[in-house]
């Protein structure tokens, strides 16, 4: 019965701020009533029990609507738990945790009390419940995230901490290439090529991007910025290279959206939180973010343009072997702390996922799991990831080292090892989240880098499925 326990165990705050769980007997009784049919299940379809308590709320009978009522806000109870949790990423780097952001959403105190309609106290959870409609093609799991992470108080102390939770996406949609060329040239002095750049990048991303979100609303509405399709990026690259004359790949193009992205964030946080100071400056950010495939000096010289291409075609590469021993060494340190029973298990479900794009709801039953969060536990991928992640900064740094010394110019390597650390850490963490963000995207095929070293990896296993 773990699936229907969301509808009748209600999560709130206790008085000196600690998580509590709580049963709700009537509430349980009532769904078990009406939803019999589904108890036992391990995966309840949300959608259905979610429009028949909607249903259950326009009763005539008092009684009926006070318990659905019920059901649903244990239900969002849960996800804005859930959430507080997901946002504790953040926290990492920017000093907060899950328990510094609950006093803000998870503020619902009593599910069997009616909400309120017109006035008083409004929280989270009510407010939630009193604009969800299941009939506009949105589960109430994707409303709850929505309106958590849009709630005014939340996003005032995530701001103060240095945290806007806005996407790069939609960053980059309402910024002109006018303010991007203000911004780097009156705050973070760069030179006219690299501003330049930054603004044709701007304009071939707008060209693009919104054109087709224009088309995708009118034919679907929603408001949600997906990462750019591979056909949105070679076009963006096409742009590029008729306006700047660059041949970039997909890949690049990517990573310099995003470090654009990721400084325009930053000037907004001190715009908007005046004292808020980051740890490093955003034109430090603009280097590390972007080297060792930073914006290309204008016109340079045939030999130089030739040593440069020499180079990042060979950083790339060492670059993949590095990250393939890494996936080597650590799925094989996995393999051993893993009993001889749960080895096999482990693998597949790791290939069912990387290699087939299959939900953990799909593997369980595939490698004799009762459902995802046994799958989930199974796999460990935050945990396998951060490993990798240290393995592959452990054997990168001196590889790339040696390799820069090869070109690097000789008067310029005094202070190649900490501008060199600095990029590398940032390309992996690049590779790392890009590899965490694609694996909670559902209907997706994996397509990372990570991804993609790692299905080969395990090809040459040949996993029994």
């Given amino acids: 019965m773990a699936s229907a326990i969301k509808y009748w165990r209600f999560v709130r705050l206790d008085v000196g701020g600690s998580v509590q769980r709580e049963d709700i007997a009537p509430a349980k009784a009532f769904f078990q009533y009406h939803f019999s049919d589904l108890i036992g299940q391990a995966n309840i379809p949300d959608v259905r029990v979610q429009e028949q308590l909607q249903q259950l709320l326009r009763s005539d009978v008092e009684e009926t609507r006070r318990l659905a009522e019920c059901c649903l806000r244990c239900f969002i109870s849960a996800q ?30 009593d599910p069997l ?77 760069r030179s006219y090529s690299e501003i330049q750049f930054a603004g044709n990048l701007l304009n071939a991303y707008h060209a693009v991007y919104l054109r087709d979100r224009r088309i995708q609303r009118k034919a679907k509405g929603g408001n949600e910025c997906s990462d750019p399709t591979v056909n949105q990026l070679q076009e963006i690259a096409q742009q590029l290279r008729e306006t700047q004359s660059l041949n970039l790949s997909n890949e690049s193009v990517l990573a310099r959206l995003r470090a654009l992205a990721a400084i325009l964030r930053q000037h907004r946080i001190q715009v908007r939180v005046k004292s808020f100071q980051p740890q490093q400056s955003l034109d430090s950010q603009w280097q590390n973010r972007l080297l060792p495939f930073d914006v290309p000096a204008p016109a340079p010289e045939p030999d130089a343009e030739v040593e440069q291409n020499e180079f990042l075609s060979q950083y790339r590469q060492e670059f993949e072997r590095c990250l393939d021993q890494a996936i080597v060494q650590v799925t094989n340190a996995r ?41 989930s536990r199974l796999l460990k991928l935050r945990e396998f990831r951060t490993d990798i992640r240290r393995y592959l900064l452990g054997i990168l740094g001196d590889r790339i080292q040696q390799l820069a010394q090869s070109y690097a110019d000789p008067t310029r390597l005094q202070n190649l090892d900490q501008r060199l650390n600095a990029a590398l850490e940032e390309q992996v963490d690049n590779v790392m989240e890009a590899a965490e963000a694609e694996t909670n995207i559902a209907n997706r095929p994996l397509s990372s880098l990570f991804a993609r070293r790692l299905c080969l990896h395990l090809d040459d296993r040949r996993i029994e499925l």
């Fill in 113 to 189: 009390t009616p909400r309120l309609q017109k006035t008083g106290y409004c929280a989270p959870a009510i407010a939630i419940l009193q604009t969800y409609d299941s009939s506009q093609g949105i589960n109430l799991s994707t409303w709850t995230v929505r309106l958590v992470k849009q709630d005014k108080d939340l996003k005032q102390f995530l701001l103060s901490q240095g945290v806007l939770l806005v996407s790069d996406w939609a960053i980059l949609n309402d910024t002109t290439s006018v303010q991007v060329q203000r911004i780097l040239s009156e705050n973070y002095p």
């Fill in 335 to 375: 393999l051993m702390l893993l009993k001889r029973s749960k080895d096999q298990q482990w693998l597949k479900a790791l290939y069912l996922m990387h290699c087939q794009s299959m939900k953990m709801s799909e593997i369980a039953p595939l490698v004799d799991l009762p459902a995802q969060y046994a799958v």
């Fill in 80 to 109: 804005i738990e859930w959430t507080c949790i997901s946002l504790e990423q953040f926290g990492q780097q920017h000093g907060f945790s899950r328990q510094d952001l609950f006093p803000y959403v998870l503020t619902d105190t």
